[in-house]
C-alpha cells in the first residue's frame, strides 16, 4: 500500500492547459488558451463579463470538455476544486457557463440535508467519502486490482482533507463568528450574511491541490475580505482566482491571465495586478502607436504616388498638346521624363504593398454612463429621528440621520448589521416600531438592489416578468426603438433584450438597471453592492458617472477602491453590536 500524502495542499505539480477552444451557439468563447499552473500559482482571470472567465475554470476542473485541446496534470491524481462564493444559489444564480444540471444540483442542496453536507459536497468530501467506499466493498469481495483501486481511493480521501472536515469546519466557523448550531441547519433557513460566512467557509476548510475561486469576494464584508485574503496569502497550494476587486487582486495575485474580448485569446502577464495594469496601458499605447505610424507611411507614399502620377499625367499632355518647339529629340527627353516619373509613381507604389499592415487596435464595448438627475428635492432628503426597526427577531436601533442635498453616504458594516434593514427604513419600505423616519419632498429614487430584481417584479402576461425591453420601456415611457438603443449602449444584444429579466445574468441585469439611471431623472441614487457582477471597466466608468453625479447618493459597499473613488461626504458604521435577538 502507498504512504498517503502528508499534506493535503502545497505538493509540487503542474497543470498544462494547451490550446483550449470552445464555443458557445457557434460563437466563440475560447480560442487557443493556452496556461501553465503550479503549487505557487495566484492567478487572476479577468476581462469582460461574459467573455468565458468561468467557463475557462469549468474546464480547468473538468466539469467541461473542450472542443479542441487538452489539460495535462502531473501527477495523474491532482485534485482540483471550483468554488464559487454563492453555496446556496438558487438556479439562475450561478455562473453563466454553468449547466442546466449544476444549477438543478445546486437549487437541490440548498434545500435538503445540512450545511455541512452541502459544504461536505462543494469541498469534494462527499465524493471522495463514496469512493472509499465503494473501494473498500470491492477490496471485501475480492475484486482484481480492488487493492490497487483502495489505495488511490484512500490517498484521495486524505489529499482532500474529508479526516478532519468536521473538526476544521468547527474551528473556521468560530474564526468567522458562525455559530455551530447552524452548520447542522438547513441551508435554505440561513440569512444572506450567514450564506455568505458559510461561503467562505467552505473555501477556508478545502484541501485541493488547485483551488479555483469563482468571484470570491461578492458580498464579503470588511473582515471577511481580510480573512480571505490572509488565507490567500497562506495557503500552501495553486490558486486561480475570477474577481473584479481591485484592492483584493493587488494584495493576492502574482499573475494575470486576460482573455480578450473579441479576439477570445488569452494573454498571460506576470509580475501581480499592478504591473499588469503597467504593462496593460504600455500595450495598448505601443499598439495604438504602430498603427498610428503604418497609417501615417502608407498615407504619405499613396500621397507621393498619387502626385507622381499626376506629374507625370500632366507632362505627357503637355508634350503631346502643346510642344515647345518641333525638335524630336527635346520632345523626347520630355516624354523620357514622364515616364521616369511614372516610374517613381509605381516605385511608390511597390514601396506601400510592402508595408507590414498593422492592423488598427480593437476598441471594446465599454460602458458610457452618465445619470439623468431630477429636479432638486428638499434640503432633507431623508431623516431618522431616534428610529428603531425591526425584522422578524432583528432589531435596529435607535439611529438618528439627517441625510440633506447632495450628501453622498455610505452605509458600511459587517455582514448581518442591518444596511439593507436600515436602507428599507430610509426609503419608507419598513416603518419603525418606535421613532420617526420621513422621506423628504420632491424625493425621486433610482435604485441598484443587491439581488439586481428590480426589473424582475414588473407582471407581464400570466403574471410573469416580461421580457427585458418592454420592463424598461415601461419604466421609462420610451419607444421600442429608443429602448433598444439605450439597452444596446450596456451592451445588451438582440437576445438578451428579448430574454424575461430575472433569466438574466447578475452582470446583465447590472447593466440593464443602470440604463435606468440615464434614462430617467433621479435625485437619490441607491447603490447597494453596485460594482458585483460588473467588469473592472464597468467599475470605472461608474466611478466616473458618480463623480459628475451631483444629486444625493447612498452607496452600500466593501469594495475598498470603490469607495475612495466616490469621493464620499460621510458614513454610517453599523459595526459593533450589529442588533439584539428578540425573545
Same mark, same amino acid.
Given at each position: 500500500?502507498?504512504?498517503? @500524502?502528508? !499534506? ?49 475554470? %469549468? ?6 470538455? @473542450? ?5 495535462? $496534470?502531473?501527477? $495523474? ?9 454563492? $453555496? ?14 449544476? *444549477?438543478?444540483?445546486?437549487?437541490? =442542496?440548498?434545500?435538503?440535508? #445540512? ?45 482532500? /482533507? ?10 473556521? =466557523? ?42 470570491? #469576494?461578492?458580498?464579503?464584508? &470588511? ?122 509613381? +509605381? =516605385? ?29 428635492? *428638499?434640503?432633507?432628503?431623508?431623516? &431618522?429621528? %431616534? ?7 432583528? +432589531? ?23 444596511? !439593507? ?32 430584481? /428590480? ?9 410573469? *416578468? ?12 420610451? #419607444? ?7 439597452? *444596446? ?8 433584450? /428579448?430574454?424575461?429579466?430575472? !433569466? ?14 440615464? =434614462? %430617467? ?30 444629486? #444625493?447618493?447612498?452607496?452600500? !459597499? ?26
Amino acid at each position: 500500500m502507498s504512504t498517503p @500524502p502528508s !499534506s493535503p495542499a502545497g505538493r509540487p505539480f503542474s497543470l498544462a492547459a494547451r490550446g483550449l477552444t470552445i464555443h458557445r451557439a457557434d460563437r466563440p468563447v475560447l480560442v487557443d488558451v493556452d496556461v501553465t499552473l503550479t503549487e505557487r500559482s495566484r492567478l487572476a482571470v479577468v476581462g469582460p463579463n461574459g467573455v468565458g472567465k468561468s467557463t475557462l475554470l %469549468r474546464v480547468l476542473a473538468g466539469r467541461l470538455a @473542450p472542443e479542441r485541446g487538452r489539460l495535462d $496534470p502531473a501527477p $495523474p491524481d491532482l485534485t482540483v476544486g471550483l468554488l464559487d462564493q454563492e $453555496p446556496l444559489a438558487a438556479p439562475g444564480r450561478r455562473s453563466a457557463g454553468s449547466s442546466e444540471a449544476e *444549477a438543478a444540483a445546486d437549487a437541490e =442542496a440548498a434545500t435538503a440535508g #445540512t450545511v455541512r453536507a452541502l459544504v461536505a459536497d462543494r469541498v469534494g468530501v462527499t465524493a471522495a467519502e463514496r469512493a472509499l467506499t465503494r473501494a473498500a466493498d470491492d477490496l471485501a469481495a475480492g475484486h482484481p486490482e480492488a487493492a490497487e483501486s483502495y489505495d488511490r481511493a484512500l490517498e484521495r480521501y486524505l489529499a482532500i /482533507g474529508a479526516a478532519d472536515l468536521e473538526v476544521r469546519l468547527d474551528e473556521v =466557523a468560530d474564526r468567522l463568528g458562525l455559530a455551530r448550531r447552524l452548520l447542522d441547519a438547513e441551508p435554505a433557513t440561513l440569512s444572506g450574511g450567514e450564506a455568505e460566512r458559510v461561503g467562505l467557509a467552505q473555501v477556508m476548510v478545502s484541501r485541493f491541490d488547485l483551488t479555483l475561486l469563482d468571484e470570491p #469576494t461578492n458580498n464579503l464584508d &470588511l473582515a471577511g475580505l481580510d480573512l480571505l485574503e490572509r488565507w490567500v496569502v497562506e495557503h500552501p497550494g495553486g490558486l486561480v482566482i475570477v474577481s473584479h476587486d481591485r484592492s483584493f487582486l493587488e494584495r493576492t495575485v502574482t499573475e494575470v491571465l486576460e482573455i480578450d474580448g473579441h479576439h477570445h485569446t488569452a494573454t498571460s502577464f506576470a509580475g501581480g495586478w499592478e504591473a499588469y495594469r503597467r504593462e496593460r496601458e504600455r500595450a495598448a499605447a505601443l499598439a495604438r502607436r504602430r498603427y498610428d505610424d503604418y497609417v501615417d507611411e502608407r498615407d504619405r507614399l499613396k500621397a507621393r504616388a498619387q502626385q507622381q502620377r499626376e506629374w507625370a499625367d500632366r507632362g505627357v499632355s503637355r508634350v503631346r498638346k502643346r510642344p515647345a518647339d518641333n525638335d524630336k529629340n527635346i520632345k523626347a527627353f520630355r516624354l523620357a521624363q514622364t515616364e521616369r516619373l511614372a516610374g517613381k509613381a +509605381r =516605385a511608390t507604389e511597390r514601396a506601400m504593398e510592402r508595408l507590414d499592415v498593422v492592423d488598427k487596435p480593437w476598441e471594446p464595448w465599454r460602458l458610457q454612463l452618465t445619470i439623468e438627475r431630477a429636479p432638486r428635492s *428638499a434640503t432633507v432628503v431623508a431623516a &431618522l429621528d %431616534r428610529a428603531v426597526f425591526r425584522r422578524g427577531a432583528f +432589531r435596529l436601533g435607535p439611529i438618528d440621520l439627517e441625510l440633506r442635498w447632495a450628501d453622498r453616504l455610505a452605509l458600511v458594516g459587517p455582514n448581518g448589521s442591518g444596511k !439593507s434593514t436600515l436602507l428599507d427604513g430610509l426609503l419608507g419600505r419598513l416603518d419603525p416600531v418606535d421613532g420617526r423616519a420621513a422621506l423628504g419632498p420632491g424625493v425621486i429614487v433610482g435604485e441598484l438592489a443587491q439581488d439586481r430584481d /428590480g426589473l424582475s417584479n414588473a407582471a407581464g402576461p400570466a403574471g410573469r *416578468a416580461p421580457s427585458l425591453v418592454q420592463a424598461v420601456q415601461d419604466a421609462t415611457g420610451d #419607444t421600442i426603438a429608443a429602448t433598444r438603443s439605450l439597452l *444596446a449602449k450596456f451592451g445588451l444584444d438582440a437576445e438578451a433584450i /428579448g430574454r424575461r429579466p430575472d !433569466s438574466l445574468s447578475p452582470g446583465e441585469r447590472t447593466r440593464a438597471q443602470l440604463a435606468l439611471f440615464q =434614462a %430617467r431623472g433621479v435625485n437619490l441614487l441607491v447603490l447597494d453592492e453596485p460594482t458585483n457582477h460588473l467588469d473592472l471597466e464597468a467599475i470605472e466608468q461608474l466611478e466616473l458617472a458618480l463623480q459628475t453625479y451631483d444629486g #444625493t447618493l447612498i452607496v452600500v !459597499s466593501h469594495d475598498r477602491r470603490f469607495l475612495e473613488a466616490v469621493e464620499l461626504t460621510t458614513a454610517l458604521d453599523l459595526g459593533g453590536d450589529p442588533g439584539v435577538e428578540l425573545p
